[in-house]
């Protein structure tokens, strides 16, 4: 019998671990990146004998596939994917491909911010009791995990790139922590566009799967008035009691299953701010659906420190405290890092604009921003928008000049603050690049 032809666009961590799992599968593999692959990449393709390609797609070597398993990061309407799609050959996602081979319960994490933070701390909380990898746009890929030591459960975080990508993926419980516009240029500009693809996550789910929502969202909240979906669905809310699901009850977190209740003061949370609130909420409620002993619960949300690049205390540098926030890449998650803000604060903020609207966070600004630092190729938007609004705000193109810069103008007392509100890739490799270059600048202050 002739082998499937698998064909994997984008040899990076997904792509390549799909690659492993694919050949272990008995399928034929071609990896094709348009750009450069990395060396450790390279060397994993060479030592299992799957043939790959780099700075082109062959377009003969692809449009042979039975199915071709493509990066979050390349667009659907590239014409390559387009000439796939017109053949009917099945373009999917690596969540796609991996699910079907593990028995495992899925816990999928999705939102427009907050999913990172929720997923590790979902992950941290299970795996004080349970078997459980952690995955998806975090951590190894998801493909390979499966190959390597097959979890009986997964934490994956994903995002609407991937989720675009599902045909039959069906997690046991799915976890929306907001949704706000962000990743509008790829979805013609059209938020509704977008916002169904974050609803994806339940596309497969029936009466015996979570969802797991915010329901003070407006936007979720519309959504599941208007349509139809099949979950069982728990929502959590700061300003409402919710009788299955989760609330808070002046400081207490409380949440209710099937009349068993977990309460937890959110004074003993290690995370600070109301965002935080809300994903230990979210985590929590997975982590009871899930049986997990509520003393873990308590002990795991005291003791979990929150990761890398999101508002990340990095040094107090002359009773100047410098924070990396670089994974802000959207007008949303830096709303909630001004937000916590409570000092005079220099931003460092600019990048690629997706489709930006800044004015949720002019209040902010007033309020707080003593100095913006643009650090982008292209900062008119932002000098467009901010420019009247504080006494200094100037522009580079280099972190440890932004860096220079933000040392010279805090005062003891003061903030410096790196939340982008855009994406990396005029200037960084990506944001944890970024975020890196960031604490490296600091450190040599």
Not at 257 to 279: C, F, R, S, V, Y
Not at 289 to 306: A, D, P, V, Y
Not at 335 to 351: F, H, K, N, Q, R
Request: glycine fraction near 6%; proline fraction near 2%.
């Amino acid at each position: 019998m002739k082998k499937q032809r698998l064909v994997i666009l984008g040899g990076g961590e997904s792509g390549v671990g799909t690659a492993l799992l694919g050949v272990a599968k008995g399928y034929e593999v071609f990896v094709s990146d348009k750009g450069m692959i990395k060396e450790k990449y390279k060397e994993v393709l060479r030592h299992h004998e799957i043939e790959w390609e780099e700075e082109q797609h062959t377009a003969a070597k692809i449009l042979n596939a039975d199915v071709v398993m493509k990066s979050p990061g390349i667009p659907d309407s590239v014409a390559l994917v387009q000439q796939l799609i017109k053949k009917e050959i099945p373009v999917i996602s690596e969540i796609e491909f991996a699910s079907k081979y593990t028995n495992a319960t899925l816990i999928g994490v999705t939102g427009s911010n907050g999913k990172t933070t929720t997923a590790s701390l979902t992950h941290h909380i299970l795996k004080q009791e349970l078997n459980v990898g952690l995955a998806g746009n975090i951590g190894d890929s998801f493909a390979k995990q499966i190959l390597d030591f097959d979890f009986e459960n997964y934490v994956l975080e994903i995002s609407s790139f991937q989720l675009d990508g599902i045909v039959d993926f069906k997690p046991k419980i799915a976890v929306l922590t907001n949704i706000t516009p962000d990743h509008l240029d790829r979805y013609e500009y059209k938020f509704e566009n977008y916002i169904n693809s974050k609803f994806r996550i339940a596309l497969n789910q029936t009466k015996d799967d979570y969802l797991i929502y915010d329901a003070d969202d407006e936007v979720i909240k519309k959504w599941l008035d208007e349509n139809d979906i099949q979950s069982t669905l728990l929502p959590f809310s700061l300003v409402k009691t919710i009788e299955n699901g989760a609330y808070l009850d002046k400081k207490n977190i409380k949440i209710t299953i099937n009349n068993d209740q977990i309460i937890m003061p959110t004074n003993d949370l290690a995370l600070e701010g109301k965002h935080n609130i809300k994903n230990a909420m979210a985590a929590s409620t997975v982590a009871h659906l899930l049986k997990i002993r509520k003393q873990t619960i308590r002990e795991s949300l005291e003791n979990f420190h929150g990761v890398e690049h999101r508002l990340e205390q990095v040094l107090k540098i002359n009773k100047v405290q410098y924070i990396n926030d670089s994974k802000a890449t959207n007008v949303n998650a830096t709303y909630y890092a001004l937000e916590s803000m409570d000092a005079p604060t220099v931003w460092i903020v600019g990048g690629t604009d997706k489709g930006n609207e800044y004015t949720e966070l002019f209040p902010f600004v007033n309020e707080k921003v003593k100095a913006i630092i643009c650090l982008g190729v292209d900062n008119d938007k932002l000098l467009e928008n901010f420019g009247n609004m504080v006494d200094i705000i100037v522009e580079t193109q280099f972190m440890s000049e932004a860096v220079k810069i933000a040392y010279r103008i805090a005062e003891a007392g003061d903030n410096v603050l790196l939340s982008p509100a855009c994406a990396s890739f005029d200037l960084f490799e990506n944001y944890e690049d970024r975020g890196r270059q960031f604490k490296d600048a600091v450190r040599n202050l």
